[in-house]
Nanobody, 122 residues
Framework: QVQLVESGGGLVQAGGSLRLSCAAFGRTFSSYAMGWFRQGPGKEREFVAAITRSGGSTYYADSVKGRFTISRDNAKNTVYLQMNSLKPEDTAVYYC???????????????WGQGTQVTVSS
């Protein structure tokens, strides 16, 4: 069992930055690939980014490539999402998740956090 707790969301103006954190509690953090998904108002949940167990490889949705960076610190049991050049369309609840392999498909992940709200004003 793994418990995931996101933090770092908030209100930011377009063009600004936020860093989300996701702390993991329970089983060995380094044994899981990690991902971030988001769900905007009236939208379906969508993949944002993923990272392998070691952090050696990362994957991004086209909509965030070049603006967002996923990273992890296995010593701190934490995964991060650095979000730069934010746009109003990035407004969403952001969820972190843990699974056996990095994937853009939500069903590949075994554990999900409760989410943190990110609101980008124009």
């Amino acid at each position: 069992q793994v418990q995931l707790v996101e933090s770092g969301g908030g209100l930011v103006q377009a063009g600004g930055s936020l860093r989300l954190s996701c702390a993991a509690f329970g089983r060995t953090f380094s044994s899981y690939a990690m991902g971030w998904f988001r769900q905007g108002p009236g939208k379906e949940r969508e993949f944002v980014a993923a990272i392998t167990r070691s952090g050696g490889s990362t994957y991004y949705a086209d909509s965030v490539k070049g603006r967002f960076t996923i990273s992890r610190d296995n010593a701190k049991n934490t995964v991060y999402l650095q979000m730069n050049s934010l746009k109003p369309e990035d407004t969403a609840v952001y969820y972190c998740n843990a699974g056996g392999k990095p994937s853009s498909q939500g069903y590949e992940y075994d554990y999900w956090g409760q989410g943190t709200q990110v609101t980008v004003s124009s």
